[in-house]
């Protein structure tokens, strides 16, 4: 495909007036709940209904014929009427000098109906339109309150606000992602499901996140790349200014296929997407799960200087699998305390704690032990990254240890991650300690396997600086 | 190490009578935590408070200053004392017939203490005591009632009573998977943290669980094997009957080095126990979660009659990366429908689901298409195992499909699992579903590792029948 035009998505993300084409007072169709959610979530832009059969006001909001008829510069026009009429409406939208526009509607080159989906691309075109989907559940941004997914929002846990933006072809793996997120203590910056990608297609969100100063964190989930070139131009510029993580699907025979059949995607061989990837320093995820194990840690940590690990614990055994873990890993060692740090050592801990990494605390360790501890192997020149294991359900382990190593964290001069395993009790201390600023892992292989992805960007960047 | 006799564990699991060596006022005290657990927990047999100082009643139970003035016949007691006390005790017990006892002590080999060790278990051989320990956290079952574990009950979520039997050398680890399972449907048969295994080892409880009824599941964590020979007899045997699923530590230098100095295990090579369990049809968990997600394989279904995996999904992306965890694996494959099952899915499926597997129901399948897609499948002579993906964000994924897959589960003839992946309203859905039968995996790679290790234990016990 050529190069072409690049799109500002400014104003979709970021829209000082939205128009909801296809807003409906039936509250089951999809034009209702847009409407709806943007209400609920308290968007304060200006916001508009257009419903070519409507009179009376929806959900309070006043309802316009045609979007030409709206006396305003429309930022984002968000499309959600049955695929025949998208192309008219789009039209409209063009002579109405709206800036963007998100498509919602389906029945479009994922049902074979190619040629009106070419038409809408010609004509957003022509208009100068950036514009999303088709087939697509859109964007959502917190911090604007711009929220076009048409999903009940009770079947979805809102996330909080953060760094982590979320780009995935598939509207399904977007939605359970951001609904999965809603637990985790770091936030979200933008979601972006642009489903056919006609238009405006991964690069170009990309592009617009690479500039984007609220994302820190890129997550990617796709099943095929069509810009082939363009994406590695982008890819060679994006990571050397933040950390892109990718889910690349269609990674065995059985999987490209079942994509082809999804979004029609030309998954090419997942080697050369993976070959792509790798040179170019993106953090590559086997599945949902290190999607977010690795959205965690580049949410909360810095690049470390290399890849030395000390571990404590206050459980033995989770201390010995976290060792198997770390030195499981291509590139992840067990730090080698430092004399002087295992003369501070010996002289703070109790005669029951053995001076070696893993570094046991005991079942009885509290706050004091746990902050004399991280102290001296936070100085410790052999170490650079911690990994703190609190068990909350032994006797010693309670929120005054939580306390002190978000205390800790503040001043910490390496990664500092926290490994802890259980139910509700610790769940709550995951909670207070991610509030903190103390990322935490929910078993040693997420961590170490977070741990290294980390390290090796670190490494990427180091390389091509 | 010599072979030597066998322990009747039954006394220690289901005791008739108990009694608390070590109850104490102090609150704060190991003894005053694990009798107030026998109250709270409601075990109905008779129970005992035994303290040399004590006078008056403790927790409302009688006190006597030695277990030879209780005139009844003690099945467990359960020793709370420190170390040096632990033989006068023990020699008591013997004299007043005691069968068995847990002694949660610590302060004996793994302090280097190793002939105060000696001693306890030459008096414990010398009465007939089956003793566990010392330096552990003991036994619970919940169908008994026993629970020996000095742990704050707030802070350790309750398990349900189901048929999963866990085995930890570890206390902490022990502690955690404990915790960790009281979120998951299947529920707890029994849990042994036998520490020091000074007399009574993994070899006798494995003895026991393979005996035991209401074990379905066992679940191992171990550091190290002290009796070779006898753990290879017992292998053999075991895994005929019920599946066990090992987690071992020490499988890096690191962690082997780790290990010992834990436990003072001499893990012997990792590579060596590793042919061992897999020689026996271990199935060999690499981390925590991965004991979670066998646990619950094993405890829902049955072996398979093969590794054909049909798939069915709301969500086409997670669809494909379920073809892809699936596809990578070793042993499953993705099933190709048969004539018949096209023919029926093309009659009561809708125009826009293309049939094929991974079969994309789309974003607004309900319990009617569900159920329709699940019974063609199930009767399809190519599929040996059905998993249905639901993501509960979608607009049709409610209630009622969760109560369809309830019922087709009862009659169904083939292992079938869900995935659904995502926050509140999710887990609601799924603790609606695994009271129902149906267990439900957080990811398509631990789906399909769980449905991996119950294929490979299925063409074990083929292969050894």
Not at 287 to 303: G, H, M, P, T, V
């Amino acid at each position: 495909m050529v190069s072409r035009k690049k799109f500002d998505l400014g104003p979709m993300l970021k829209p000082k007036s939205v128009a909801v084409i296809g807003a409906s007072h039936d509250s089951e169709k999809v034009g209702h709940i847009i409407l709806q959610n943007y209400i609920n979530g308290g968007y304060s832009g200006r916001l508009y209904a257009v419903n070519k059969d409507a009179s009376s006001k929806i959900l309070g909001i006043d309802v316009y014929t045609s979007i030409m008829k709206i006396k305003d510069r429309i930022d984002l026009a968000v499309i959600a009427i049955p695929a025949q009429m998208v192309p008219e409406a789009l039209e409209e939208c063009g002579k109405a000098k709206v800036k963007t526009a998100v498509v919602v509607s389906g029945g479009f080159s994922e049902v074979g109906e190619t040629e009106l989906q070419n038409e809408i691309v010609r004509i957003a075109d022509r208009y100068g339109i950036a514009m999303l989907g088709p087939n697509c559940l859109g964007v959502m941004d917190p911090r604007s309150r711009v929220d076009t997914l048409f999903l009940p929002t009770y079947k979805l846990s809102k996330a909080q606000i953060g760094g982590v933006s979320f780009v995935a072809q598939s509207g399904a793996v977007g939605s359970t992602v951001l609904d999965l997120i809603s637990g985790e203590g770091f936030g979200l910056s933008k979601f972006f499901s642009y489903g056919n990608a006609a238009q405006v297609d991964e690069v170009d969100i990309l592009e617009y996140l690479m500039n984007d100063d609220e994302t820190k964190v890129i997550v990617m989930y796709i099943e095929g790349i069509k810009r082939g070139k363009e994406f590695i131009e982008i890819a060679k510029k994006i990571t050397k200014i933040k950390p892109v993580i990718v889910l690349k699907a269609g990674k065995t025979a059985a999987g490209a296929s079942a994509a082809h059949s999804h979004t029609a995607s030309l998954a090419g061989s997942y080697e050369a997407h993976d070959a792509v990837f790798r040179q170019f320093g993106f953090v590559i995820a086997n599945d949902i799960s290190e999607l977010i194990y690795y959205s965690k840690i580049f949410a909360y940590e810095s690049e470390p200087s290399g890849g030395r690990v000390a571990i404590i614990t206050n459980g033995g055994g989770t201390g010995v699998l976290t060792a198997d873990a770390v030195s499981s890993t291509k590139h992840l060692t067990l730090a080698e305390f430092s004399g002087a740090t295992k003369k501070i050592l010996t002289a703070s801990m109790p005669k029951l704690v053995n001076i070696r990494n893993p570094l046991d605390l005991a079942g009885d360790a509290d706050s004091k032990r746990y902050g004399d501890a991280i102290a001296a192997v936070a100085g410790d020149q052999n170490t650079d990254i911690i990994a703190v294991i609190v068990l909350f359900q032994t006797p010693g382990a309670d929120s005054e240890v939580a306390a002190e190593l978000i205390k800790i964290k503040q001043t910490a001069n390496k990664p500092m991650i926290v490994i802890s395993i259980g139910s509700e009790y610790t769940q709550m201390h995951k909670i207070m300690m991610e509030s903190g600023g103390v990322p935490v892992f929910d078993s040693p292989l997420s961590a170490a396997t977070a741990l290294e992805g980390l390290l090796d960007y670190g490494n990427y960047k180091k390389a091509v600086a």
